[in-house]
């Protein structure tokens, strides 16, 4: 008989039982005039007669609390000891209401694949963890209300505009999405439009939008030579990092899989907006490629005994060499010599970039990612870093 998973029990709405392979815990859905409620039940027979033993609410009692609370009774049971059994009523087990907590981690759960990085996910946590349990974790759902809002964001939103926008944001879709599960009712108090804007200053108008700290390309080629100079698989690392134009996640997570001749394809799962990305490899990228080849014992091209580099190995790296730049700001550094320094366009270099080029509709029209127009881009850009300084 096949378990229950997270995800299974976060959306099933059929009316019904569920049960969680052979193990007597189960799923009893029912219907209600908000929608669906969901229950968990151990069931046992003691004595020739059948028992349903009440467990809690889905998600106030997440699945992993349930296997642990049937294991105990079926402990108890194999021990003599007879559960206390409460008898399921037919419309409802109990008037428990979800928590903000408690729907928050389970949604994070089920949408932690969204993220392309790792880090996202526990970015999520931390702030919440930080700033929003203390406040409203054991709160009901349904009340979290703009007072809340504004005793969780006011302390912070002069001081960490940044932090405090993107936690106003996370709170707003856990609450859409509670809305849409029919746990909570009328608009988001999260929302910034219509709501919160009246309430709380601009963001642009009280902080200063700081870039990644990126190198003027004029002094690019000084520094790729430094870099060059140690044998360190982070410094090939960033060397391809910098020909390619890319992001760290992008590098550190390359695949030999990924590459076909003289393109390197990366799938959707790894890209930021959710495409496939072709990277032409401009001569000097293949010979960083080739010499790591050479040396490969796995499936990463930038790896120590077997495993990926960090995302931090690249910048740690660049701090002892020069540590006012970011390894992002590379990318700030290409963009503008395309610009300055270059005959291309700026679609072709947004291109390079894997940014979004036009509006929607002009994307649906534009199919080509053009390839060979930024193959020659990408010759160009690596010929200026290794060329220049001769």
Not at 343 to 366: K, M, N, P, T, W
Request: hydrophobic share 40%; net charge positive; charged share 25%.
């Amino acid at each position: 008989m096949k378990k229950l998973s997270h995800k299974f029990v976060a959306n099933v709405s059929k009316t019904g039982r569920y049960f969680d392979g052979g193990t007597g815990l189960h799923l009893l859905v029912r219907h209600g005039a908000s929608g669906p409620r969901k229950y968990w039940v151990f069931r046992f027979t003691h004595d020739g007669k059948r028992h349903d033993k009440s467990l809690g609410v889905f998600p106030v009692v997440a699945l992993t609390d349930a296997r642990k609370a049937a294991t105990a009774f079926r402990s108890d049971l194999y021990n003599g000891v007879m559960p206390s059994v409460t008898s399921l009523p037919e419309k409802a087990v109990s008037d428990e209401k979800v928590t903000f907590r408690a729907y928050a981690l389970e949604w994070i759960e089920l949408n932690k694949l969204q993220w392309t990085n790792q880090k996202h996910y526990l970015q999520w946590l931390s702030s919440l963890n930080t700033y929003c349990f203390p406040v409203i974790g054991d709160k009901p759902i349904d009340v979290v209300d703009v007072d809340d809002l504004l005793q969780i964001l006011g302390p912070i939103w002069n001081t960490k505009t940044e932090s405090a926008t993107r936690i106003r944001e996370r709170v707003e879709r856990i609450l859409a999405a509670a809305i849409v599960r029919g746990l909570r009712e009328g608009p988001n108090p999260a929302a910034w439009s219509g709501h919160l804007e009246f309430l709380l200053p601009k963001p642009s108008k009280i902080r200063q939008v700081r870039h990644h700290s990126s190198i003027p390309y004029q002094e690019l080629p000084r520094l790729y030579r430094t870099i060059s100079k140690s044998s360190a698989i982070s410094s090939f690392a960033l060397r391809f990092l910098i020909l390619t134009a890319g992001r760290t996640g992008e590098v550190v997570g390359a695949r030999w899989s990924e590459f076909s001749d003289d393109t390197w394809v990366l799938p959707p799962s790894r890209m930021k907006a959710r495409r496939e990305h072709r990277v032409p490899l401009s001569t000097a990228a293949r010979k960083i490629l080739k010499v790591q080849y050479e040396a490969a014992s796995g499936e990463y091209v930038f790896q120590i005994n077997g495993r990926s580099l960090s995302n931090m190995a690249m910048l740690q790296f660049l701090k002892r060499i020069n540590p006012r730049v970011t390894v992002h700001g590379f990318r700030s550094s290409f963009r503008v010599w395309a610009a300055e320094a270059s005959d291309c366009s700026s679609d072709l270099a947004e291109q390079a970039l894997a940014h979004s080029v036009g509006s929607q509709l002009e994307r649906a029209y534009q199919r080509s990612d053009l390839l060979e127009q930024r193959r020659g881009l990408m010759e160009a850009w690596a010929q200026y870093i290794l060329e220049s300084l001769d």
